[in-house]
């Protein structure tokens, strides 16, 4: 398989600058000296579509709605073509050369204007570094991208819902959907992990804990704790509204947020365990442990007179850490344990050894 190229040679001595197929034998030109015209694959001929030297301006792009789009949108028989052009306007033309309508989309060069999949929205880039959406008629919708460096190249996805764009020697995709209401991990190379079900409200805060196996995610009223696949462990309701903000403690045992009531929320992990041999150790919470021996049947419950925040256990010990101390547990008499008071509160791991 291979190309067979031909170089159209015509009367025209100006630049093409941009182009689009309105056919399977007519392409649409637009050229620097302020033309858009017509040629024919089968006449070979070029017919003058409209001018643009009265504005001091020349097309830039332009994006013709196929057939396939205006199906899909239930608008056969209106071929619409958009232009962009050097003067910062937007215009929507259609297939009998009349331009419908001219707007003012941009400061300088409009760079990009694309038709999207389904042939109801369009979108322009410009060298102001904006990225805009419109209505088919060409009514602003919104202002989705505002950077100082200049967008040279956008385009949609199958769907509409995102939009990929360069900027200097940056990839960027922004979605349209701020509402899609679905947890999305990838790993380190970009490769879909997990996507959950769609939840009851918007996503509106996330923080991953710093070892990377709990994720933490909230929306209206609710808190997930996710392990690192996005499976949901726990699932808390609070009466605060949506949660803005998520930050976890240097210790990795409590999570602070920001409530839409403007309140400041604290949540500590209750419900950790851990297991060596026949033991099995629960925090029930803030303060206090529940210890069963699962070969005696026996369980002994602990209370501390400050928050839980670490757990070890080896070597035939038991090792706790609350905020200001160190209780040293020998297995399984666990009523005298060695109390350490620590002088430097900041405990971030327990390694124990024989």
């Known amino acids: 398989m291979r190309f067979k190229s031909t170089i159209i040679k015509d009367s025209e001595d100006h630049f093409v600058v941009c182009i689009g197929w309105t056919g399977n034998d007519e392409i649409v030109i637009g050229r620097n000296d302020s033309t858009l015209s017509k040629w024919s694959q089968t006449s070979k001929e070029s017919i003058k579509l409209c001018d643009f030297s009265d504005e001091s301006s020349y097309p830039i792009d332009l994006h013709i709605l196929s057939s396939t789009q205006r199906l899909t949108n239930k608008t056969a028989g209106i071929e619409q073509i ?20 001219t707007v003012d989309a941009h400061e300088g060069n409009v760079t990009v204007g694309k038709w999207s999949p389904d042939g109801s929205t369009l979108l322009t880039a410009g060298e102001d570094g904006s990225i805009k959406i419109w209505s088919r008629i060409g009514m602003l919708r919104t202002k989705l991208v505002v950077n100082a460096e ?51 409200h918007p996503v509106t805060s996330h923080c991953w804990k710093s070892d990377g196996n709990l994720l933490v995610v909230s929306f209206y009223n609710t808190i997930l704790i996710c392990n690192q696949y996005g499976v949901v462990l726990s ?38 365990s851990i297991s060596r041999r026949n033991f099995h150790c629960l925090i ?68 124990l050894t024989e």
């Open 150 to 200: 200049p967008i040279l190249s956008a385009d949609w996805n199958s769907d509409s819902s995102k939009i990929v764009y360069t900027q200097h020697d940056t990839l960027c995709i922004k979605s349209l959907k701020a509402n899609i209401k679905t947890i999305r991990i990838w790993d380190s190379y970009g490769n879909s992990v997990f996507v959950s079900e769609k939840l009851t």
């Open 82 to 101: 958009l232009i962009t052009s050097s003067n910062g306007k937007l215009h929507l033309m259609s297939k009998t050369t009349k331009i419908d309508k």
């Open 235 to 272: 699932t808390n309701h609070v009466d605060c509204g949506s949660i803005c903000t998520l930050c976890w403690s240097p210790d990795n045992t409590q999570v602070a947020a920001v409530c839409a009531n403007g309140r400041l929320m604290i949540s500590t992990l209750v419900e950790r």
């Open 284 to 351: 029930t919470s803030r303060k206090t442990m529940a210890v069963k021996d699962v070969l005696n049947e026996t369980k002994e419950n602990l209370d501390f007179p400050e928050r839980i925040v670490h757990v070890a256990m080896e070597y035939n010990h038991l090792i706790i850490t609350t905020c200001t101390q160190c209780f040293v547990h020998q297995m399984p008499n666990l009523n005298t344990p060695q109390i350490i008071n620590l002088k430097d509160t900041n405990v971030f791991m327990i390694i």
